[in-house]
């Protein structure tokens, strides 16, 4: 498996990759910083020392140099100590060295500008040196001379310095890298173990050792496994309605087969018996399509405005009973809005009202409107009314069998509304006719 495969590859990646970087950057500014810093010190230890040398310089008669015996730094009275010192007498050429540079020729400065420093590094003979100088115009007893004061100091100590600190620096550094690194990585271990957790519950559910997602989830992925278990739900809802659906086709298309089976024998009312048996197998097969195809409450269905959806319908049923010059009613606020899909909405909403103007006499009136997680929809007519509230739910079962019709349509919705656990209620009407309530669930 690759590493982009995996988030935990990534995350693991990402973090060493972060880490390192941010180890590095700050090793790098606090090693440049501590060398300046001790770059500094140093230089400013040389600067005394020449403050040193100035005190004790003095100038004879003759503008000759004079300087001590000793001096306070013993490393300037020490050969080979490391510490160099040099008076240049620009008037005179003359040269004074420290007693420490017997045998030595450091690189001293011999030309600087009056009341200047110079501050450098310097190698000679496959040495390094810390350098400094400074001129300055002094004023002896009878006359003024200008000098060349020089100190310079081995850098073999600087450098021992600066390397025990980067090697104590990257020790310690890499160190807590290593614990930082290793404490992300059982923090992300220990993050990403509901994810584990989830793929290893859809791995049992796929081998069918368990139903849905069963453990509980931290809220950044309680939506997904609800998401999941509502979807898996939906999925086994629409397997069972297909198989449901096949069981009821073949057990349902038995008797008109028969019935045709049996006209054989009589061919005087056999086209009247195939016309009949015909059209009860096109309606048994077209409800249980309906009720396979219906997508039923789905959370991922998009929302949809109910209003022009029963402004579509309404239209559409004024033309077909355009003969019966219904009056229709619609209260639908214009912002309501529902999560089903469009196809089960024309469907359930359609029937309805078709079944309601199929009845009325002269008037149809649709309410929709929501409270709290239910939509409710009530359609009412003038019409005579339910005369059995319980059967006229069932396939084929009409209110008047004058009336032409085939009885499918409100077993339709009944199907319908229970698959988007939703109920179904038949009464009286207000306007004397029959009234049809529909309360549908928030999923």
Known sequence: MRWRDSIRARLILGATLVLMAF????????????????????????????????????????????????????RLSLPGSGLY????????????????????????????????????????????YLAISYGVNWAGRAQAAPLVLSVLEDKAQFDREISVFERTLWTWLGGAAVLLLLSQTVLLEWGLAPLRRVAHEIRDIERGEQAEVEGRYPTEIAALTNNLNTLIKQ??????????????????????????RTSLNEPAQLPAIVAQQVARMDDIVQHQLGRAAASGASRFAPYLSLAPVLNRIRDSLEKVYAEKALIFTLDCPPELRWRIDEGDAFELL?????????????????????EGD???????????????TQSILQLHVRGDEKV????????VVND???????TLNLARSDLGGARLDMVLRAV
């Open 235 to 260: 999925e086994r809802l629409r397997q069972t309605r297909y198989r449901e659906a096949l069981s009821f086709l073949a057990h349902s298309l038995k008797t008109p087969l028969a019935v045709l």
């Open 404 to 411: 032409p019709g085939h009885g499918v349509g409100l077993a």
């Open 350 to 370: 359609g029937n309805v009202m078709d079944n309601a103007a199929k009845w009325a006499r002269h008037r149809v009136a649709v309410r929709a409107w929501r």
């Open 85 to 128: 010192a040099n008076i240049v007498n620009l008037a005179r050429h003359e040269e004074w060295h420290s007693a420490s540079s017997v045998g030595i020729s450091p690189p001293f400065q011999r030309s600087v500008a009056v009341g200047r420093w110079r501050y450098d590094t310097v190698n000679a003979g496959g040495q390094a």
């Open 374 to 388: 239910r939509l409710h929809i009530r359609v009412e007519d003038d019409g005579p009314g339910f005369i059995d």
């Open 23 to 74: 180890v590095a950057g700050a090793g790098l500014s606090v090693q440049r910083a501590h060398a300046d810093s001790v770059r500094a010190a140093r230089f400013a230890q040389l600067q005394s020392t020449v403050y040193l040398l100035l005190a004790g310089a003095e100038l004879d008669a003759g503008g000759m140099l004079v300087m001590p015996a000793a001096f306070p730094e013993p």
């Open 416 to 422: 319908l509304v229970a698959s988007h656990d939703g």
